[in-house]
């Protein structure tokens, strides 16, 4: 294929997903806000009232950035881990592999689909914390970095294991039992510094840790970790992931019998 | 017994498809493809025939990208879909056996979605959908989901979406299961002059005179293995006798006795006649006219192929046993 004939494979899957995701706006945009909105609440405006000041910042300012960022991370993850499981299991991903569009175009495509429901969730859910707190962005070009970067990673993890999924249990498994432990130990709700050297330690092997400081430190300018460390930790993973991926399509693994 | 098909390459253009020395294993150990070589000359309606599970939709399967081979070598219009898989793709069209589309998308989506996987720009697929949509009916259901489309209408929308980047060989996997009688013959049609306008395509099918009236070459496979490969022609004069069912214009009391032909009475105004095939149809008609019978209307009984088909078969497997 020619480098137009790629570009509109690209921006053919790309477009398909959007639609996909746009259509069933009640069941892919609207519960993440409202979730977000009654955490703001709940956790922000009621408990956060009694737990005070947390790294010099109300506590519902504290965890904006982190809920952000998680609600980046699961739509990202889940647009993906549906999309591509669904047409695996019904067949319709055979429109894409007896076509020539290459291995990493199918792969970006999707990716490109994660990132921009993972996106557009995070859009939203920062449009409903402006009813709670105020936001005044730090350091914007690290904000949109690692919210951009971060997204990507969970879209490929996505699409790696709609790969792997035979069933929709399995398709769930990642995301209950690894990803949600994850997020909610990562530093949402709280600094590192609270916990006891030990599960500090423990907690740095936590790559969404980098993620959610990484994000606040370019929404408010405080950080648990270094924002390169951020950095970094996600351009590893995303190189690693996106590579594995690209060899499981290769190989046919979970998609050709 | 196998006899060299006809050869329709011209200039020696390398065939649309060359398969050589297939082989199937599946994880589990279910030898799916044994041993299957077979060529499509550019320009053939090719059948390729076999009982349900002796490999043909894996043989598909490979060829389309959808399924691993163990061993052997594909060839598409000369290309290696090992060495070069986006030349030999884009030359292939499928129309599987299962609908494989997204039901939740509208009809015109489906279209031009696939188009888009070729690098067909979205102006030019539009034009190109509207083109194939209104020539199988289908321009009316454009922005309808699929998922609201009859069967025949579902299998028409199949054939669009694989003629959407006007492939060179098309494939049709049991195109028309679960069809309507009207809707296949316009399917037929269709199908016809599209190989008239130069597109190769190979069926299969599990109605046999579909193959019978529309393919020049066939291939037979039988537990992963080609049992025939020859031309249609060839292979159906290889039947020794022929059954023609009969209309009577008077109910007939007793059937005459005659050593020339086998005669059956299926009812009153119905006979059957099985016929040697080199004994000439006049043989027939003498005899009738020398005992008054009327004879009305005349037609095959079932599709020839069907039976060399069953016999076939059961040789490949008595040898087996």
Not at chain 1, 55 to 70: E, N
Request: overall charge positive.
């Amino acid at each position: 294929m020619s480098g137009q004939e790629i570009w509109v494979a690209f921006k053919t899957l790309f477009m398909k997903e959007l639609l996909r995701f746009s259509r069933i706006w009640i069941q892919t945009i609207l519960p993440p806000a409202v979730t977000m909105g009654l955490y703001f609440v709940i956790f922000g405006h009621l408990i956060g009232k009694a737990i005070g000041e947390m790294d010099g910042f109300q506590y519902i300012d504290y965890i904006v950035p982190g809920l952000i960022m998680m609600s980046v991370i699961t739509n990202a993850y889940s647009n993906v881990v549906s999309s591509f499981f669904s047409s695996k299991m019904h067949g319709h991903i055979q429109e894409l592999m007896i076509s020539p569009t290459p291995h990493f175009i199918i792969l970006l495509g999707y990716v490109a689909g994660g990132v921009a429901r993972g996106l557009g969730v995070g859009l939203v859910v920062t449009l409903v914390s402006l009813l709670f707190t105020e936001m005044n962005i730090q350091h914007p070009f690290i904000t949109v970095g690692i919210v951009f970067l971060t997204a990507i990673l969970f879209s490929i993890a996505g699409l790696i294991n709609a790969i792997y999924a035979k069933t929709f249990d399995a398709m769930n498994i990642i995301p209950v039992f690894i990803l949600t432990p994850l997020t909610y130990l990562g530093g949402v709700f709280y600094s590192v510094n609270l916990l006891s050297p030990f599960w500090q330690q423990v907690s740095l092997f936590n790559p969404v840790l980098y993620m959610v400081n990484g994000f606040r430190y370019g929404i408010l300018g405080v950080s648990d970790i270094n924002p390169l460390a951020s950095f970094a930790v996600l351009l590893i993973f995303i190189s690693i992931l996106f590579s594995f991926a690209i060899y499981l399509l290769n190989k046919g693994i979970g998609l050709r019998e | 017994m196998s006899e060299e098909p006809y050869n329709l390459s011209v200039n020696n253009a390398p065939p649309a498809l060359s398969v050589q020395h297939l082989k199937k294993t599946y994880e589990n150990g279910v030898v799916a493809v044994e041993e299957i070589s077979l060529t499509v000359q550019q320009g053939d309606f090719f059948a390729l025939l076999g009982a349900n599970g002796a490999g043909k939709s894996t043989m598909i399967g490979v060829v389309c990208s959808l399924v691993n081979k163990s061993s052997g070598t594909i060839e598409i219009f000369g290309h290696d879909l090992d060495t070069e898989p986006h030349h030999a793709k884009a030359s292939i069209g499928l129309v599987p056996q299962e609908f494989n589309f997204n039901i939740f998308e509208p009809v015109i989506e489906i279209v031009i979605n696939q188009g888009g996987y070729y690098g067909i720009p979205y102006k030019v697929a539009y034009q190109r959908a509207e083109v194939l949509l209104k020539q199988l009916d289908l321009w009316g259901k454009r922005k309808e989901k699929a998922l609201n489309l009859s069967g025949g209408m579902k299998r028409r929308l199949m054939i669009a979406r694989a003629l959407i980047h006007r492939p060179k060989l098309l494939i049709l996997d049991e195109p028309t299961a679960g069809v309507d009688i009207e809707i296949r013959r316009s399917m037929w049609a269709f199908l016809s002059q599209l190989n008239h306008s130069g597109t190769t395509i190979i069926l299969t099918t599990h109605y046999l005179e579909e193959a019978e009236n529309f393919c020049r070459n066939i291939v037979i496979l039988d537990q992963g293995k080609v049992i025939e490969n020859t031309t249609m022609k060839k292979l159906l004069s290889g039947l020794q006798t022929e059954t023609f069912i009969l209309d009577l214009k008077e109910p007939l009391a007793h059937l005459p006795n005659t050593n020339d032909f086998k005669l059956f009475q299926r009812d009153a105004k119905t006979i059957e006649v099985e016929l040697d095939k080199h004994r000439s149809l006049n043989v027939m008609f003498g005899f009738f006219s020398q005992h008054n019978i009327c004879v009305m209307s005349m037609r095959n009984k079932s599709n020839r192929l069907e039976a060399l088909f069953v016999k076939l078969i059961k040789k490949s497997k008595k040898a087996i046993r």
